[in-house]
């Protein structure tokens, strides 16, 4: 197909799917069409605007009933919740953190606040997220266990404490085979679910798979609180020390300041926490639009030669958060093109992330060979998911 031809039939797609009548369809842009507005006044009107107050509660408690993790714990952003999650499993300075390449920088940059180091997995072709069979196989290859117990990474001495997937766009992972390899190679599996609320892995609720996950809520998420993010497990006593740590580690004292330890001021104001509740209310609402967008865009899509739209992966119910094309091979080369004439075109697209093997400060990290991962970094295009799109 000719540059110029799929490009244009690209937009095309897109025209059919929403027309924009003079707009700019965004990437994803949030709705508040429920009792958002009620619920910040509220705040407002009593002054119970900070980091108490009955929303931040009542988030927590909803947030636990939705995904079925026994407790949820509100920060003040995902990656803050990625930070509390590695510490409260105990990662340390000088451990190893697999994490997939293919990731929003927050993943890896969680890891390095924690004085440790990631250490980079490939993915799978029908899930951008990491792949368990091809860990497995690289683990056995690379890993020995200390007289402690712990696992070693053997080529670099240091101790490996976690594994991190991510379930991108809000597609799962497969779960299962992580589930088992963690447990065999005894790793703490942490989730990185900052795009997959709503998302269920057969059956049960992405982030509760392992000891912890890290739930976002920033804007441009499927559920936002304004900035916001939480940590998710059924963990109690885990649940616990992550409310205290997130607390500056305060002693709970009616005037008295004692902390008893150096913790963090990442609590989630009570404004956001209230934009959180209404939007709660909304979600399966939310997933039923998103599901239709999709829909949409695969009957246009299926006509097109040479890409291919990402859909759920088998046992899977998918929150559809960001739809995204994957281009064949051949058609690689035509990525920038396709870029440029969408936005030109009014529809905001762009490439997924740079992988972080790529980055200057992740460069020199270890890392398994990452076929997949090169492949697809310069094959994948998201396109307008906004729920919104079903309102024009
Ligand atoms: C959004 C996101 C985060 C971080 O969330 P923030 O709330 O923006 O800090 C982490 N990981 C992934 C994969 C994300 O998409």
Redesign the pocket.
């Known amino acids: 197909m000719s540059k110029q031809h799929l490009a244009g039939t690209i937009v095309d797609m897109l025209d059919r799917a929403f027309p924009r009548r003079g707009r700019m369809l965004a990437l994803h842009e949030p709705r508040f069409s429920g009792n958002e507005w009620d619920y910040v006044k509220e705040c407002i009107d009593t002054g119970w605007v900070s980091s108490a107050g009955a929303f931040v509660d009542r988030f927590e408690r909803e947030l636990a009933e939705y995904t079925g993790a026994g407790y949820a714990v509100s920060v003040v952003?995902?990656?803050a919740a990625?930070h509390m999650s590695l510490l409260l499993a105990g990662v340390k300075e000088g451990d190893e953190v697999l994490i997939p390449s293919l990731?929003?920088v927050?993943?890896a940059n969680a890891v390095s606040y924690c004085g440790a180091i990631p250490h980079f997995v490939d993915v799978t072709e029908t899930t951008l997220g990491m792949d368990g069979t091809e860990l497995e196989r690289y683990l056995y290859d690379i890993v020995q266990f200390d007289a402690k117990g712990d696992v070693r990474n053997r080529v670099t001495g240091n101790r490996i404490k976690a594994v991190v997937p991510?379930h991108t766009f809000g597609h799962p992972v497969d779960l299962e085979a992580l589930v088992e390899l963690c447990d065999k190679y005894r790793l703490v599996l942490i989730e990185?679910a900052?795009?997959s609320l709503g998302s269920i892995y057969k059956g049960k609720h992405t982030g509760i798979f392992g000891k912890i996950g890290a739930i976002?809520f920033?804007g441009n998420?499927i559920v936002t609180t304004g900035?916001g993010?939480a940590i998710v497990t059924n963990d109690a006593e885990l649940a616990r020390k992550a409310k205290h740590l997130t607390t500056t580690a305060k002693l709970p004292h009616r005037w008295e300041f004692h902390h008893d330890q150096i913790g963090f001021n990442y609590r989630m104001p009570n404004l956001n926490a209230a934009l959180g509740c209404a939007q709660l209310e909304r979600l399966n609402e939310t997933i039923a639009d998103k599901r239709i967008v999709t829909e949409r865009y695969k009957e246009l899509i299926q006509g097109i030669e040479g890409v291919r739209l990402m859909e759920e992966p088998e046992y899977c119910r998918s929150n559809y958060w960001l739809n995204a094309i994957i281009l064949d091979k051949p058609n690689v080369k035509l990525r920038d093109q396709i870029l440029v004439q969408t936005n030109k075109a009014g529809f905001q697209t762009r490439p997924i992330w740079t992988p972080m093997h790529r980055l200057p400060m992740f460069g020199h990290h270890p890392r398994m060979t990452l076929t997949v991962t090169e492949r697809l970094e310069h094959s994948v295009i998201n396109i307008p998911s906004s729920q919104g799109l079903m309102y024009l």
């Open positions: 952003n995902g990656t990625l990731t929003f927050a993943t991510m990185d900052a795009e976002s920033n998420k900035g993010g």
